[in-house]
């Protein structure tokens, strides 16, 4: 199983890319609202205090757990067809790792248990 992980920088895509992870194989994720340290100083120069955020500095973090590696890639796949070139900035960043232990993950809306 494998771990896959977006940091969405326009949260307006947010329905878009989990409707495209559904079609890619992706069963169900886990959203936070996020930003990062970077962007929180930034707003005070020369100071590393960190300070109410804007919402528009607020970006949408989406997690979830898939069966393969192919199913990270297509979550990859999809997540490009919505939001373009994830190498250009402002886009976000997407990233998957294999997990060595799961428990509590189930395969669909019927309960079944994940292997």
Do not use: C
């Amino acid at each position: 199983m494998y771990m896959i992980f977006l940091v969405l920088h326009e949260r307006k895509n947010t329905n878009a890319v989990l409707s495209e992870w559904s079609k890619a194989g992706v069963g169900g994720a886990t959203l936070m609202d996020s930003t990062g340290a970077y962007r929180l100083r930034k707003r005070i120069p020369g100071r590393y205090a960190f300070a109410t955020i804007n919402t528009e500095d607020i970006n949408q973090s989406i997690f979830a757990i898939v069966q393969d590696e192919d199913t990270a890639l297509r979550a990859l796949a999809a997540t490009e067809a919505v939001i373009g070139d994830l190498n250009l900035p402002e886009t976000g960043v997407f990233s998957y790792w294999p997990l060595a232990g799961v428990k509590g993950v189930y395969k669909g809306s019927k309960g079944e248990k994940s292997a």
